[in-house]
């Protein structure tokens, strides 16, 4: 199914493949540029200030997106739709980042075992003309922390696979064995709300 032609110039501002591939499904006509922000201060920030949890990651797509569209030439700008995203997992308003090493993973893929967690991905959208922001959530829910469990996560976590990962798991790999069931939308645990993001980006544009 070939996708829709848009009128402007589309930027993703991540080097995810994740998203790469997922923005992928909604048109091939997009091109990858990203600029260095410092999460980690803008995180602390946003706790500082009293936002929830939840909307977190909506600030950060703000920022990574802002980063690039600031930096475009003036002429350039008229014509461009810069998406920015970011994804956090959380559980009792934690935010699960990536894991620092292996035990910090198995300790976050232990704490959601059992559990019901939320999945969420703050998307931005920026053009000359307007700022765009949502988030998505979806609730997952890990199998209870029995014995498979933890050999499960023991093996997971030797692995390359959680590091580069919010809350050590990506659920379209081998993380998906951990999960039990979610509620929501399984492209948006990936990194990005496809569906959703699709009919963002129409009334934006147009």
């Known amino acids: 199914m070939s996708g829709p032609v848009f009128n402007k110039r589309l930027i993703l501002a991540s080097a995810s493949p994740r998203r790469r591939e997922l923005l992928s499904l909604i048109t091939a006509d997009f091109e990858i540029i990203t600029r260095e922000v410092d999460e980690r201060s803008a995180e602390n920030d946003m706790e500082n200030k009293g936002i929830p949890a939840v909307l977190v990651s909506e600030g950060l797509a703000l920022l990574k997106a802002k980063a690039v569209f600031d930096e475009l030439p003036e002429e350039e700008k008229k014509n461009v739709l810069v998406i920015g ?43 000359y003309e307007t700022v765009k922001c949502f988030t998505e959530e979806t609730l997952v829910e890990f199998y209870e922390c029995d014995r498979y469990q933890k050999d499960l996560i023991e093996r997971y976590c030797s692995s390359d696979e959680p590091y580069d990962k919010a809350g050590a798991y990506g659920i379209q790999n081998n993380g998906a064995l951990l999960v039990k069931k979610i509620d929501g939308d399984f492209s948006n645990v990936v990194g990005l709300p496809v569906p959703r993001l699709a009919r963002e980006i129409e009334s934006v544009i147009y």
């Open 85 to 127: 995203a970011d994804t956090s997992v959380i559980l009792d308003n934690e935010i699960f980042g990536k894991p620092k090493d292996k035990e910090d993973a198995v300790r976050m893929l232990t704490a959601l075992s059992g559990r019901k967690h939320v999945v969420a991905t703050g998307v931005a959208l920026i053009t």
